[in-house]
């Protein structure tokens, strides 16, 4: 419940503030987004299985956000940041994927 | 074939969907089982909380930043449609411009050729007025004449008796006169003063060379046909003088003297160009 609040929270803050995000780290953004999405996405399956564990979803939230981050900016430094970009994208949207079939599978025991 | 860890046997995205929830969690979960679970405090339900919010964040700065940067984007591309309407409108208008000035300059081109046309009918002018004033200098075929005081008389030739040649000479078509090296003009004048006689202002000493260019197989006829030329030839015979007259292809003569070209009172122009001031005597 709790959480769900923080997460209402923090939309309207985002919305509300219209954080501008500095130019070098645009880039980055949806991309971090995207593995924070794999993150939440993978913890209420979790909590859905009865195996949530609240410091293993923090520590793989912050480390998929930075690692994802990571990857294209190094892809960027070398010059593939467009297909680095396009494989993390891949891997985490097949991960969403299953995650959230497997949470649909747990709502509607279909 | 030895076994190989299923790692390296399942197929790339079989592994990926079978992976997809963070094998941690289950890792956790079994060493909960095993009862050495710390007991959790309503602390770290709050950080679970903390990072949620951290996520709305992201999300919602994502998507506020995109939809921002979508309006620029739309508003760039906008006025480089607006740009490039307005530099095909100003194409347009300098292509019409270009089609008029192809036009005039064609009418141009035309006036220029008949303005050629007239210069040249009006140089080809100039120049036979030029010709016969004494302006330039001219060359060609004519006539050398000779004359004298006749030997081992008094009578000496007098300016009256060159006037009587010269008048034959431009009624006999010559073209350009000289007398002497002096260039004849509309304005030149030969008389006496004393003895002597000066052309152009000029005194000329005998014997008198007069050069005439002009048509030389029919200039020494026609100055017999003329009534001065008749009168001169009479005086030859009545006073001896030496008179020696010969066909010459190529007479060089010069042109009059620069004070005799200039016009120190008489203004060029038309009548019309002329106020009624200028017209009245100065007392």
Redesign the interface.
Known sequence: M??????????????VF??D?PLGL?PY??I??VA??D??F??L??WL??????????????SN?VIAAGIVYVGDRLGVGGQLSTGVIV?LG???F??VA?IRRHLFHA | MPDLPPQLTTPLLTMITQQSLDEDYKVAAERRALGDADPRGPASHRVVAVVVLVFGVLVSTAFVQHTLSEDVDNAGRRALTERITAQRDRVDDLQADIAELRETNADLGEMLAAANEAEQAVDGQLRRVQVRTGFVAVRGPGVRIIVDNPPNADELLRDDDLHLLVNGLWGAGAEAISINGQRLTAVSAIRNSGIPILVNGVGVAPPYSVLAVGDSGSLQANLTDTSSGLAFASLVDRFGFVFEMDNDGDLSLPAAPRRLQELRTAQTGQAADQSPEKKEPRQ
Do not use: M, Q, T
């Open positions: 709790i959480a769900v609040l923080g997460l209402l929270v923090g939309v309207l803050l985002g919305i219209e954080l995000v645009e953004l949806p971090a987004v924070a999405l993150a939440v993978g913890g399956r979790a299985d009865g195996i949530f564990d609240d410091k293993v979803f923090v520590v793989s939230f912050v956000v891997v097949i991960r969403i299953s995650n497997a």
